[in-house]
């Protein structure tokens, strides 16, 4: 065989074998293994109740939101156990989102006052009269007690500010709880619950305590048995509400005693409340003497007649006592617990 032969063979011989190898069968579609998808981000989360729409704005301030519509007399609707997520988009609108005491924990026999943190998510600094209504927890239809009306201009954001007055619960009794909710006063002076972003009305549970009740109390002396000492039997005065809050010029100026029996018995007094000039020692008005028995519990009677100041003057300051006439018709003066004589310093403007 010559060598053209041979190189023709060979050649056969490869294409023969090429001709035989298998050809690969096709994987179907539908059986193919595909891609791990890529992770995605989440959308943020959006609250599931409705925003609330704002209240036509006055020339100074914008309503909180629509859905407030409950004041300190009307059962509201409960307050959830959770709060929104702090991604959560707030409506806009005027909130409370948070109130806190001043001391911390509250004590008997001390002025509580408290310091509300508003979230102001309107875009503007919105101008309010507020307050803050004490309930007990098995009453929230009556407030137990109040502090001073406050204007205050919240600006946007969050910020906080301390309400005027204050609470005091007297000492001799154990611990106590209370809601406090903070409210607002719409174009017809009416109180208005503010609410929390969420829609719920704000609530804030505190417990009042006697000193000896609260351990490791944060105090830089040695703990004293109590805050103050336990009243001795006697009837006192440890409150003074003023109606119309704030007292304004030419308004009929109604107080309003709150009055403590310790003695364990009725006691009836004839009683009457003096306005002075601050420092000075003579009154410049009074009440009408009225007649009240005291049971032994703490009560809040209406003083008989009122007190008026006339017009044409700026803002003056005054101080108001209590006083009780004895068998000789004398005025002796109510005193606190620690036995120094009950006042109440009040502003009247106009």
Known sequence: MNIATKF??????????????????PIPFATRPLPAPLPTKSATPVPTTAAPTLVPPTATQVSPTATATETATVTPTTAPTSAPTS????????YVTGLRTDPNPPLRGTDLVFSATFLNA???????KWIVYIFRPDNLTRSLNETTRTETGIPTGSSESKSLGNFKLPVGGPCENFIARVAFFDQDNK????MKPDGQIFQHDFTVCALVDIPNYPTQTPR????????????????????????????????????V???GEPKTYKWVVFVYRPGEPRSIGQTTGATNTFAPAIRDV??????????????EDFVARVAWFDHNNQPIFFTNFDNKVFEKPFTVCP
């Open 224 to 259: 004293p048995p109590t805050l103050t000492p336990t009243p001795a039997p006697g009837v006192f005065a440890i409150d003074l509400r003023i109606e119309p809050d704030p007292p304004t010029r030419t308004a009929q100026l109604n107080f309003f005693a709150t009055i």
């Open 122 to 128: 309107t875009g503007r600094t919105q101008n309010y």
């Open 87 to 94: 991604a959560a988009v707030v409506p806009p609108g005027l």
């Open 8 to 25: 023709a063979c060979a050649l056969i011989g490869v294409l023969v074998l090429a001709g035989c190898e298998a050809t690969p069968t």
């Open 191 to 194: 109180s208005v619950f503010f």
């Open 302 to 315: 209406q003083s008989a007649g009122f007190w008026r100041l006339g017009p044409g003057g700026p803002c």
């Open 261 to 263: 029996n310790t003695t």
